[in-house]
Each structure stands twice: as structure tokens, then as C-alpha cells.
């Protein structure tokens, strides 16, 4: 491939970057258009004389997380014909539906197609954990602000890869730690390493570890001690249901707080008294009939009937957008410790 | 996005009806969305009471 | 307690009338170091090959490298193995550089425990072995002569050549002296107490496969169910611990050499004071990891009172989670730790470089992957393994830990296994 030759490259975006609309449209199923639109435009003025955005395919949020591989399959099968020399996807910032398609798909794209793929995302986005070892994804900020910025390194990894050139480290090129060891020579001895590193930590100046810390420890499963007929079942989500007027401030983006909402004596959730700020789904549906998020009827029916020995009387909600890892962690736990001393055996946790 | 719960380490994870009504279908009749809903919760219910060593995924026939 | 070890540097190895050292050339009369080694009842038709830097030549079932040391003011070298039991770590070491011994292996049919020596190639520059001149010592086992014997046998005779090596230099001038000293910890003066104190934890053994009774690795003792204890670093350095018979293993020339030490004493009196070292094993049980880890933890925190403590590790899987463990230990009591690991992961993901996360353990320095392949390149001549000699030759496909030397677990080596 020759520096020299204009590159076909094809670009992946959603429904919103893609310019077909909101969360409205998320449900929208995979279709290509000629050339670069929407935050494709980006990508081509990035490209300049080395590439052309020879056509775009776009695929709404929901559809492409919730038929996964029949998506990923039906975009690739649009992907092929363009030919492209590379294809990007995104950058898909913070938004987790989209950064895990966006990394399915540059996947799908490089095993069956043989196509070189790059994507771009924020380090919290779910699909950094989940494909960095598979595709080169490079980091950018949390929105779209810097989009022309976020672009540069995203092309720039792209036209490298394309072109079959020597990718440099994470730092140097900007993408996640793909995860693959490979033996080089160090400058120093691993002794000198050792004690240098050592001193350093000492010192609380910041020191870098050569082995990276496993990024999720396994969680033992707990069992169930007691039988469903003789246990406390709570409800908790984190799809954001709230009552009317958000009473506990539960931010709609990256939150930090999580509310807990009486159901005593309820045997279902009155719509009229709930509110739901999440920003990361369409919420229409769960705003119109709340049990589509936080099943109290069917909940209640199983107590009353037996099968369930209590429902726990609180229900615990957050908003799971953005949320950070460390704030998922600290929530987790607290509401954890409130359930465990209220003497509750089990969670349901509803998730969207 | 049951990846993201067995990535994270969820350990009894069951498959829901979807991003915008996990626990519903808005096509469905209001007594079919209801029985989707229990066969969800009761599936949820099952798997607490099964036993799991690492994030093991629910999927309903 | 003072050591000085007394360099002298070799660049030629030849064969000779005499054993000698003239200026930088060290002469052997192999005729009568052969004749020397054959006393061991237990071994026959030793076999001695010089190999130099730069030939086109590969050592074969490389078992185990010593540095040619011996002491100057009598005493006893590497003590309770060769000579008598007796303290070692003071007075003063002849050492030679430039030139190794070489003890092969010509027993064992599992020749995937083995290692290779390139001494020219690519692969030369990866071991301080493929940059030495090398003696290499090929012996066989006399009839009768069990697997434990045969290894005895073996470092024995490394460890003979190694002393009569190091005496030709005696009379000669050294070329550099090295002063090693270190008071008892607790002896710090005033103006040197604010500097942190550091310790060094070094598992020397790992009880994967058990040793046999004549199988010395501390002052001649087989350190079975060893329980964590202290030495001086000069005793390290001055061969009161050498390698045991396991697989594959830190060669006892780099133990000799040791680079924590070294690097510690570097920096004693400057950046750091060198509050000691604690010598452990990597115990078979999980209630023997546990006791060792909380005693060596105690060692370091309570009686030599570190403020830190860099860690290694000998062997596979188990000890790396045996020096964890430790290490954790040492976290709780309030001691920042480092420790030096191997990657452990077979198919080069970096998730499976660590089979532990213990809190606190978080500052690793990686020795990289003995599991990750590389070319043998062909050569024109073989030694030290004439029954595997026309695999040896030609160009092969072997991986990082056959190279001797190439990944040494003390941290001698520069070979890292890079995330990407």
C-alpha cells in the first residue's frame, strides 16, 4: 500500500452522529449512504488528500445493542461492497450502546473482511474493556465538543493501519493498552527498575507499574442460604426511576447519588408519581408504565402468593449513564450495606 | 448489554426485553406485557436460586 | 561486615602448559583439571570445551553458569557445598570477569528443561553468557549414578573449576576491588537516619519440586521447609547460596552477581539505607505460604524495620504468588513493597501476566515472558551436546526461557515484557 494512494474508508456512526435523529430514532436498523456524512464530515476534512469517505453506515443505538450479532452481521454485509481500505467507527465518546457496537463492529470488520479498523472512545465506555484487545481504539474525551480534535488521532491510527506501518506504543499513538505483551529490552536492569520504582513509591511520586492490575476482579457469587419462599427480595435499578420532581437530585449524566423509594403497602407504581432522568435511553416507555423498569406488580403478586417470602419495602434507583467506575463501586456497596442490614437475602437489579 | 455484566462480573446475569422496556413490550397487549414480565422476574428468581461460580448468562427459550 | 571482592579482568581463553592468568589471558592446562574433576567417583569422561564470544557456536543442555570466584585469605569457598560450612561475606573474593563456567547437563532425556547459550547472533546479546568466554564442562554419569547424585556431582565440578579459575589471579594486581560494607542495621548514623530503610526479600527456592538431601542452596543446607530468616547481603554475594537442581532456574552466577544487592548497595548511604536481607522459600502448602509470608513480613517490618522492600521470586507459578503473598503482608504492617515478576501469561495477553491482586501489591517490575518465542538461529558448531547436536545446529524455533541467562528472575536482566 502506498503512502501515496488515496485510501477508501468507510465510516461507522449512530443514528445521532449520523444526523437521522435522537434517541427517537435509536431503534432504526442498519443503512448506508454515499459519502461522509454527519460527524463523518469530520473524518473526511481530517483525511484531506489521503482518503475518501466513500460511503457511511449508520445504525440506531438500540437496534445494534439489542439484536448484537444480527446487527453487526447486517452492517458488515453493508460494510463489504464500499471495498474500503479502512473502516471508522465513531467516536463514540462516552456513549455505551454506541462504543460497543462501534467496537463489535470494527472486529467483524477485520475478521471477516480483512479490513484494517479504528474506533475512538472515552476510557469509560464499556466497550474499551471489551474490545481493546481485539481493535485499536483510540482515546478521546467524553463528548463531542472537541470533535475535529478527537478526529486527528483516530485518522491519523487509521491511515497507519491501513497503510501496514509499525503502530508505536498506547502513549505514543494514543489508543488503549490493547492488552498483548511482547519482549523488548529495557533501558536499565529489572533490579535497577525495582529499586528506582520502590523509591519512587516511597517518595508518593508516581510511579509506573510494568504489569497492569487485573481491571475486574471476579466477585464470588454469594448463594442463596434460604429458599424463595423464605427470603426478602429488594428492587433496585439503575435505569433511572425517580419520583415526580427528582426529589434526591439523581443527575442524569455521571451520577453520584442514588435515591431509595418507599413501596410499602404498594402493590403496583402509579406512573403519574414517577419521573425518569436518565439520558442514556429513550425513557418514554418506562415513563408510561414504570413496572417495564421496576417490576412491583409481578413482584408483589409473588409475595402474596408465596413464592417470595417478602418484598423488601425500599426500592433503590440511580441513573447508570456515564457513571464512573469508582461512583458504580461506592453506590454498589453503600446500597449493599442498607440491604444487608434491613435483612434482605436477594436483589433483582433491573439494568438497561 | 449482557457483556458488559459478565465483563464487569455480574455473576447471575438474565437477558431482559430490551433497552427501552426490559420489563415490557409496548406491543403486547397489557396482560401479555404483564406475563412477559413475571416469566422475566420468575427466570430472575430462578437464577438466585441456582448456584454459579463465575457471571453466567440466563437466556430464555 | 566487609567484603572485597578483587577483579580481574579476562578477554582471552585459551588452552595452556599451565593454569594461569598472564596479563588478561587466562591459560588452562585442561589435562589437569580434567584429571581433577574425574576424582568424583560419580562422574565420567568429563569433557572441557573453550568457547568464545563471537563464534558461531551454541552450547547445548546448559544446566547451570558460576562465576569464577575464590577467597584470598583462606576460608572456605561457596561453604557447605564445596568447602566446609563457615561464614562467608567478609575478608577478601578473587574474582574473574569476562570468563564463565558452563555445566551442562548429559543425563537428563527431558531436554526441554535445558537451555541453550548463543554465542554469536542476535540471541548473544540478550545474556551476559553469550558475551562471556566460556568453559564448558560435559560430564557423564558413572554406572549406578542416581538423577540427585548426578547434579551434585555436576556442581561440584562447576564449582571446583570456578575456585581454580579465580586462584590464578592470587598474584596478580586487580584490575578493580569492590568494597561491599554494611554495618548491622540497626547501627545508622545520625546524619544518615532520615534516608528510608529498604530490605530485600529474596526467595531462593522454590519447593515445587522438593530437594534432595545433597542438594545445598544456603550454606550446603537443601532449605527444606525453610522458614523465612535473615542473612547478610556479602553472604549472597560471596557464594553462600547457589542454585538447585529444579528445571529451569536463576543460574548461580547471577545469584553471585546479585543485581538487587548490588543495586541496593548502589544506593545505601545516598537514596536509601539498606536495611538487609530476608532469604525465603516458596513453601508447597497454602498454610505454610501463609505462616512464611506473615514471618517474613515480621522480619521485615518489626526486626529490620523497613520503610520499603523490593521482592523476587525463583521458579513458576506458585512462588510468584508465594512472593505476593508476602509482599501483601508486608502492605499491611505499612511497608511499600516492589516486586519483581515474570510475565506468566502463555498466549502474550496481558491479562494473564499476574495470577494475583493482592491490595497494596501494585508496584511490579516484569522480567518478560520466558513463554514468548524466538528464532535459534543456525550455527557452525555445537558443545556440550553431541546427542542433540544436528537439532542444535540448524535454525530452530524456541522460546525466550531456553536462552540461558536471557531472563534471570533476580533482575539481571534488561529483558521486559512490554504491554502494548
Redesign the interface.
Known sequence: MMATETLRVVCYLNQFFGQLGGEEKAGVGPQVVAGAVGAGRAVQQVLGDAGTVVATVICGDNYAAEQAERAVAEMVALVAPARPDLMVAGPAFLAGRYGVVCGALCAAVQTELKIPAVTGMQAENPGVELYR?RVYIVQTGAEAARMLDEVKRLVALGLKLARREAIG??AAEGYF???????????????????A???D???GRA?A??????AF?PVPAPRLIKTLEGATIALVTDGGLVPRGNPDGIEALNATRYGAYSIEGKTSLDAAQYDNPHRGYDTTWVKQDPHRLVPVDVARELEQSGAIGKLHETVYSTVGVATTLAQSARMGREIAEKLRAAGVDAVILTST | MTPVAVMVGANRIVSAAGIIHPLGNSDLSPDDEKALRRRIVEQALQALRTEVVRPTVFTRE | MRLELRWSDVDELVAGSATRLAGKRLEIDLDALRALLSADARLTGIRLDLVHPGERCRIGRVFDVVAPRARLDGGEDFPGVLGAVAKAGHGRTLALAGVSVVATDQQTDNVGTLAVIDMAGPNAA?SAFGRTHNLVISAWPAPGTGRSDYLAAVRLAALKTAVCLARTAREAEPDRVEVFELPPSPRVPAELAHL?R?AYVFQIHSHQRPTGLDEGILYGDPVRRMLPTIVHPNEVLDGAVLRGFMGRSVTTWATQNH??I???YE?HGR??WFAGVVVTVAQATEPERVRSAFLAAGLVAHTLGA????FTKIGGGAPHVDMAQAAAQCEALGV??????E?M?TD????G??LF?FPGV????????SQ?PLTLPAMDRVVGADDLASKLLGEARAT?GTLCGAIEQ???????????
Open positions: 484487545r506504543t498506547p493498552a490493547r492488552g498483548v505483551t511482547h519482549n523488548v529490552v529495557a533501558n536499565a536492569s529489572a533490579a535497577d527498575r525495582a529499586v520504582m520502590l523509591l513509591k516511597l517518595a510511579f507499574s510494568e504489569v497492569p492490575r487485573p476482579p | 540478550l528510608p529498604v543485581p538487587m548490588r543495586a541496593l544506593q537514596t536509601l520503610d520499603g522492600a523490593v511499600k513493597t516492589t516486586a519483581v515478576v510475565d501469561s502474550g495477553s496481558a491479562e501476566m499476574l491482586d501494585d508496584a511490579l517490575v516484569n522480567v518478560g515472558s514468548e525466550y533476580v533482575g539481571t536482566t534488561r529483558v521486559m515484557a512490554e504491554v502494548r
